[in-house]
């Protein structure tokens, strides 16, 4: 076929599209259809109700604790990460909004005035000269140009390359509000898990400075049983020993609750002050429910931002593909301009002054060495590895929601039997605390019914502390959170940075 032919059967073609008003070159997007187990793995998990809808909105209720609540309040406020994913979304919906212009006509205006003067010594030309019936042309030493016009341009969207784009630019920007949801998820669950930190470490902190009074005052009866002459001096050696062991302790976890009172302070967008005279006073470890509902998989969908973001990237990335297609082809515009122009103001708004043009142009790339077909490629290859993001995103979502349940129900279960031997534990130091007392036993017996009592005491703190952070872990993987406050949340999307700054 030649260029002519080409040209022709192209051409018939755009009229046509152009009549029908639905040609689009490149693929139509289709979501991925994804199977998805019925049921979680472990249907039998301690603590968990499968048989229940997953009621993860206001997740940080069920822990009961008014700090808590409040630091989230704070957080979903003052957070920069967050202003930084909110001024994103409206960076995605200004795109948009300059994509769409491209199917609409652009108008320029033009106004100028000059003054003309031509060399008399220079061979005459247009306006600067006046010829009259082939005698010597006249030159003109100066004359005036008023000009006033609008110029107008339309790409007529025959193929679909701008529709492409805007319906890209449209998954873009969900694409960002899922980003916001997500950053939003992640931050909600990052200020549950420090507040808990802390807790956790005022706990372990207030249960090793009880054990270092008593243990204090076990030193002081096997000093003065030595200097009564009723024991050794090793047992004066052997308690002390243990004494430093325990307050060793100390450092490390006002160490653990300052660096997560600091991390808090970052996450609410405050200074490190702030938090620590807020959370200073020790109190309890947020509580979990007896039973905590879960949902069914097929949920993650629907609800995980990461999830649903990962599908709106592949939608963007697809819709590319038509425009990198659409280069194939023509692209035809209407041009034209209006306009009056005039030597002299008095005649410069009659008829005889306007001036205008209209009329089509035809603009094809015939060859540019197999670059557009190249940039077709590229972005298949682009859309194939958001399709495999997507469903990379889907079995992680699986998977973290099947070790967070795995991780919460085994806890609980530890945290039983741990507290079972802290019961025992004290029993037992109790007896051995009165057989030494009578001297039926040597202080190695008390020793080490000590040691063990705070060593249970300890791991029964860290474990309360362990359960309601896998919590925290289960309702994140369960995407929940985003919705909290959303038409407040997303009004940030539309407001200027001014207005966001409280």
Do not use: H
């Amino acid at each position: 076929m030649n260029l002519s032919c080409l040209l022709r059967s192209s051409l018939l073609y755009a009229v046509v599209c152009l009549i029908s008003s639905a040609c689009m070159v490149g693929p139509n997007y289709l979501k991925p259809k994804e199977w998805l187990p019925q049921k979680w793995v472990d249907t039998k998990a301690q603590g968990i109700a499968f048989d229940a809808p997953a009621d993860v909105t206001y997740w940080w209720s069920v822990f009961r604790d008014p700090t808590l609540d409040s630091l989230i309040d704070q957080a979903a406020k003052a957070n920069k990460d967050l202003k930084i994913a909110a001024a994103r979304v409206r960076e995605a919906r200004a795109q948009r909004a300059v994509t769409s212009s491209g199917l609409f006509p652009s108008l320029d205006t033009t106004a100028l005035y000059q003054y003309y003067r031509t060399s008399e010594n220079s061979a005459p030309s247009g306006v600067a000269a006046n010829t009259i019936g082939g005698e010597t042309p006249t030159f003109i030493n100066g004359l005036d140009l008023y000009q006033v016009g609008f110029d107008a341009t339309w790409e007529i969207d025959i193929f679909g390359r701008v529709r492409r784009s805007v319906e890209a630019a449209t998954a873009d920007v969900a694409a960002f509000e899922e980003n916001y949801r997500d950053t939003l998820v992640s931050l909600l669950s990052e200020v549950a898990l420090n507040y808990i930190t802390v807790r956790g470490s005022q706990l372990r902190l207030e249960i090793a400075l009880q054990n270092i009074d008593t243990q204090r005052q076990t030193v002081e009866l096997t000093r003065e049983r030595f200097n009564a002459g009723l024991s050794s001096e090793l047992d004066v050696s052997q308690a002390s020993a243990q004494l430093a062991v325990t307050e060793s302790q100390v450092p490390s976890f006002e160490s653990s609750a300052r660096q997560s009172m600091y991390r808090l302070a970052t996450l609410l967008g405050t200074v490190p002050q702030v938090t620590v005279e807020q959370l200073s006073k020790a109190e309890s470890v947020p509580g979990v429910p007896p039973e905590v509902p879960v949902g069914l998989p097929s949920d993650l969908l629907r609800r995980r931002p990461d999830v649903r973001r990962a599908e709106r990237q592949l939608a963007a990335a697809t819709a590319r593909i038509g425009v990198a297609t659409a280069d194939l082809f023509p692209r035809l515009s209407l041009t034209g301009n209006f306009g009056q122009a005039s030597m002299s103001l008095a005649d410069f708004t009659m008829s005889s002054s306007s001036m205008w043009s209209i009329g089509p142009t035809i603009k094809w790339n015939i060859f540019n060495a197999g670059a557009t077909r190249a940039n077709i490629e590229v972005e298949k290859a682009r859309t194939e590895q958001m399709l495999g993001t997507y469903e990379k995103a889907v079995l992680t979502s699986l998977q973290e929601v099947e070790s967070a349940l795995v991780a919460y129900s085994k806890e609980l279960a530890r945290r039983e039997s741990l507290a079972a031997a802290v019961r025992a534990n004290e029993r037992a130091y109790e007896i051995s605390s009165e057989l030494y007392a009578k001297g039926l036993v040597d202080f190695l017996r008390v020793l080490d019914s000590q040691r063990s009592l705070y060593l249970t005491q300890d791991q029964l703190a860290s474990s309360d502390q362990q359960v309601s952070s896998n919590l925290v872990s289960l309702f994140k993987a369960l995407g929940g959170g985003w919705e909290l406050q959303q038409k407040d949340r997303e009004a940030k999307y539309s407001k200027s940075p001014t207005t966001q700054e409280n």
